[in-house]
């Protein structure tokens, strides 16, 4: 009976004379938000994007339908008001798809669309309720899709968040102002110089050694992506891909941005907290600011977009607040989005040689903006306890990213994708912890342990495993491909 009803629903719905302004304007904007929700879900689960992807997507295309339909009325000279509909249901729901799939306006698509729309609406407008009716089915679709997403909303485990109580209530004998910056992608100095990099300059090097600064050979992070990597990093605990259910940590953003056990330990001891960074990248999902401060206001973060784009600069940001609150400790996390790592899909690979020359271009960018930084630092902070620290490797010797999710047979490349450079300057010691400090997610245990004055902290430490999310090729389900030893393994988690 119920499979009768719907039916005849339908077949109402297909006969009748009706606009249906209301329900032409839902099901346009429906499965492109249900679409851009489901795979951008860490970006958007708050109110305020639920209340701004409602008007977008949903409120504006219906006024707009009912405001053209209205203006349609009183057109005397031709019967353009049938053509409405079927434009606008079509257009609006191309529109909003493109920009659900590539997270910003692109001109020339748009100019497709368009004139895909005018055809709809001049050959098709007799079968547009047909149309609205395959929306609405695809709707249907979407909400399936997205009920996983719920499900891990819901049962997300938090347990990994959790730390020692010793390490959570450490207290620092020394409280200089700590510098943690961050080039994005840029490989160790072990791996930099050989193969697939193979870069000839060794300037940065020697720079980072007369200033004072001790090296960490072969050190590594323990994940593959920005957002995975960092958040083990800040809340000095491994997260696992949360068992491989995502290719990034869910709430990853928050982890990183709003509490962590980094920041926690910081403001414990009396530290202001600053975030500066080049891309609202961070920021996507409009986390609650943890730090005290933010070069970047929320006002400039966009609903919908990847949070990459035109760099801002950070040097200006930390001369202000440098000089700030006198006599209070800071701590300066300093995003910077240089060198990066080579594309992350196969159609915008330029070929390995091609990604390896766009990388070492990016990384001279990124060398210089580092030096500038440091330079500033030490000239007005020469007590400064500065960290540099790259999230992840450039992935260079692959074709793209994308190639990760596949098992790696060659040893080079896995290091390619976790080598990361870590230079430390420590104000009054040489080498602190070497051989000790290995991967990111130790890092705050070996820069705690240094301003406590207690090396006993170095004797509770995360494994210092490496780890990739594995889709095919092999089982599903995240693998960890480096060991705590640092050699090249597959093993599932």
């Known amino acids: 009976m119920a499979q009768t009803s719907k039916r005849s629903l339908v077949q109402k719905f297909l006969s009748s004379t009706k606009d249906y302004p209301v329900l032409a304007g839902v099901l346009a904007g429906l499965y492109p938000l249900l679409f851009y929700a489901t795979n951008n879900f860490t970006l958007v689960n708050t109110w305020g994007h639920f209340f701004y992807f409602t008007a977008v997507f949903i409120v504006i295309p219906i006024l707009l339908i009912i405001a053209f339909?209205?203006?349609?009325?009183?057109?005397?000279?031709?019967?353009?008001?049938?053509?409405?509909?079927?434009?606008?249901?079509?257009?609006?729901?191309?529109?909003?798809?493109?920009?659900?799939?590539?997270?910003?306006?692109?001109?020339?698509?748009?100019?497709?669309?368009?004139?895909?729309?005018?055809?709809?609406?001049?050959?098709?407008?007799?079968?547009?309720?047909?149309?609205?009716?395959?929306?609405?089915?695809?709707?249907?679709?979407?909400?399936?899709?997205?009920?996983?997403?719920?499900?891990?909303?819901?049962?997300?485990?938090?347990?990994?968040?959790?730390?020692?109580?010793?390490?959570?209530?450490?207290?620092?004998?020394?409280?200089?102002?700590?510098?943690?910056?961050?080039?994005?992608?840029?490989?160790?100095?072990?791996?930099?110089?050989?193969?697939?990099?193979?870069?000839?300059?060794?300037?940065?090097?020697?720079?980072?050694?007369?200033?004072?600064?001790?090296?960490?050979?072969?050190?590594?992070?323990?994940?593959?992506?920005?957002?995975?990597?960092?958040?083990?990093?800040?809340?000095?605990?491994?997260?696992?891909?949360?068992?491989?259910?995502?290719?990034?940590?869910?709430?990853?953003?928050?982890?990183?941005?709003?509490?962590?056990?980094?920041?926690?330990?910081?403001?414990?001891?009396?530290?202001?907290?600053?975030?500066?960074?080049?891309?609202?990248?961070?920021?996507?999902?409009?986390?609650?600011?943890?730090?005290?401060?933010?070069?970047?206001?929320?006002?400039?973060?966009?609903?919908?977009?990847?949070?990459?784009?035109?760099?801002?600069?950070?040097?200006?940001?930390?001369?202000?607040?440098?000089?700030?609150?006198?006599?209070?400790?800071?701590?300066?996390?300093?995003?910077?989005?240089?060198?990066?790592?080579?594309?992350?899909?196969p159609s915008k690979s330029e070929g390995i040689e091609g990604e390896r020359q766009l990388w070492l271009t990016s990384l001279r960018e990124g060398i210089s903006n580092v030096k500038s930084h440091i330079s500033f630092i030490k000239e007005n902070d020469p007590d400064a306890l500065i960290v540099i620290m790259a999230d992840h490797g450039g992935f260079v010797g692959l074709g793209s990213t994308s190639e990760v999710y596949a098992p790696i047979e060659d040893p080079t490349l896995i290091r390619s994708v976790f080598s990361s450079n870590l230079a430390i300057h420590w104000p009054d010691s040489k080498d602190y912890a070497q051989g000790e400090i290995k991967s990111a997610v130790n890092i705050f245990r070996a820069l705690f342990s240094y301003l406590s004055e207690d090396k006993s902290l170095l004797e509770e430490t995360e494994e210092n495993n490496s780890y990739l999310v594995i889709k095919e090729g092999a089982p599903s389900g995240v693998y960890k491909v480096i060991d705590t030893s640092g050699a090249v393994t597959f093993k599932k988690q």
Not at 123 to 147: D, E, N, R, S
Not at 150 to 173: C, E, G, P, R
Not at 183 to 204: I, Q
Request: charged share 15%.
């Open 69 to 345: 339909l209205a203006v349609g009325k009183n057109i005397k000279n031709g019967d353009y008001k049938k053509y409405i509909i079927p434009f606008l249901s079509s257009f609006i729901f191309l529109f909003l798809m493109h920009i659900s799939y590539y997270g910003m306006l692109k001109k020339k698509i748009t100019a497709v669309l368009l004139l895909v729309a005018v055809l709809v609406a001049l050959f098709l407008w007799k079968h547009v309720k047909k149309l609205i009716v395959i929306q609405g089915i695809l709707a249907i679709i979407g909400f399936i899709t997205f009920i996983p997403r719920i499900y891990q909303a819901l049962s997300h485990d938090t347990s990994w968040h959790t730390i020692s109580t010793k390490l959570q209530n450490v207290s620092f004998q020394k409280k200089p102002n700590i510098y943690f910056i961050q080039p994005d992608g840029m490989v160790n100095f072990t791996e930099l110089y050989k193969s697939p990099y193979n870069y000839d300059d060794k300037s940065f090097e020697i720079f980072l050694e007369t200033e004072g600064f001790s090296l960490y050979p072969n050190f590594r992070s323990n994940y593959a992506s920005t957002l995975t990597s960092n958040s083990a990093t800040m809340m000095m605990k491994h997260h696992y891909y949360d068992g491989g259910l995502s290719l990034e940590t869910y709430n990853a953003r928050n982890a990183i941005v709003s509490q962590n056990n980094v920041l926690n330990i910081l403001k414990n001891n009396g530290y202001k907290t600053h975030l500066l960074t080049e891309l609202p990248y961070l920021l996507l999902n409009r986390p609650e600011m943890g730090f005290d401060y933010c070069n970047i206001s929320y006002d400039d973060v966009s609903f919908i977009g990847t949070g990459l784009g035109d760099p801002v600069a950070t040097l200006e940001p930390l001369k202000s607040q440098l000089n700030s609150e006198r006599g209070v400790p800071k701590f300066f996390f300093i995003e910077i989005f240089n060198p990066g790592h080579i594309h992350g899909s």
